[in-house]
């Protein structure tokens, strides 16, 4: 049975640096895109990062870029986000889901495909703030 589980949310200050873990079990993470979502109070559910199954390919939502990093290590079964220069606006709940035969922008973008087909984790918050 494919399991996600998310961890590594906390409370930190604005500028400071986060680094989530995905870690799954039940199926071969290599042969899956993996991508973070996140969601704030009162908003949609938003693609943040995602990577792919196969050349390493990633996509970036743009409010991210040049601040986080994804990447994943297929012998750990572990999809990490590096999280640097945080701001109040990333304060979310944060999700990792897997999905095979897509590509990152597809699942990344077309956040109502990934809501129906990826296998999810619970999720893990973080909070931005002084």
């Known amino acids: 049975q494919l399991q996600l589980v998310e961890s590594g949310g906390a409370l930190v200050q604005p500028g400071g640096s986060l680094t989530l873990s995905c870690a799954a079990s039940?199926?071969?993470?290599?042969?899956?895109?993996i991508g973070w979502f996140r969601q704030a109070p009162g908003k949609e559910r938003e693609g943040v990062s995602c990577?792919?199954?196969?050349?390493?390919?990633?996509y970036y939502t743009d409010s991210v870029k040049g601040r986080f990093t994804i990447s994943r290590d297929n012998a750990k079964t572990t999809v990490y986000l590096q999280m640097n220069s945080l701001k109040p606006e990333d304060t979310a709940v944060y999700y990792c889901?897997?999905?095979?035969?897509?590509?990152?922008?597809?699942?990344?973008?077309?956040?109502?495909?990934?809501?129906?087909?990826?296998?999810w984790g619970q999720g893990t918050p973080v909070t931005v703030s002084s």
């Open positions: 889901a897997a999905l095979g035969a897509t590509t990152v922008q597809d699942m990344c973008v077309d956040t109502e495909m990934s809501a129906d087909f990826a296998s």
């Open positions: 039940g199926f071969p993470l290599h042969l899956y895109t």
């Open positions: 990577i792919s199954s196969n050349d390493g390919s990633t």
